[in-house]
């Protein structure tokens, strides 16, 4: 069963930092798109970047660049999202998602249950 677990979230406040985990299991973890998004309350979901875990490349929401890591440790079938200079518009639920390939949209194979970031003013 194939299965993807989001940690890390929590409140902190402007200006702050958060890194998310997601850890995947019940697929072979090589050459997979795994991507976070991010749907704020009232808003329609986002992406936020993707990793690729087969050659490493990346790809960021313009909203994040700059601020925003990911990075993917194979040995651990886990993506990291490290989040730094936190504002509140980041303010919302975090998911991760994973696709065989290089695919990063709504239409993701998998997807976990989301971890909550909520960033004071």
């Known amino acids: 069963e194939v299965q993807l677990v989001e940690s890390g979230g929590g409140l902190v406040q402007a200006g702050g930092s958060l890194r998310l985990s997601c850890a995947a299991s019940?697929?072979?973890?090589?050459?997979?798109?795994i991507g976070w998004f991010r749907q704020a309350p009232g808003k329609e979901r986002e992406g936020v970047s993707c990793v690729s875990t087969s050659d490493g490349r990346t790809i960021y929401a313009d909203s994040v660049k700059g601020r925003f890591t990911i990075s993917s440790d194979n040995a651990k079938n886990t993506v990291y999202l490290q989040m730094n200079s936190l504002k509140p518009e980041d303010t919302a639920v975090y998911y991760c998602?994973?696709?065989?390939?290089?695919?990063?949209?709504?239409?993701?194979?998998?997807w976990g249950k989301g971890t909550l970031v909520t960033v004071s003013s």
């Open positions: 019940g697929f072979t973890f090589d050459d997979y798109a």
């Open positions: 998602a994973a696709v065989p390939g290089w695919y990063w949209g709504p239409d993701m194979d998998y």
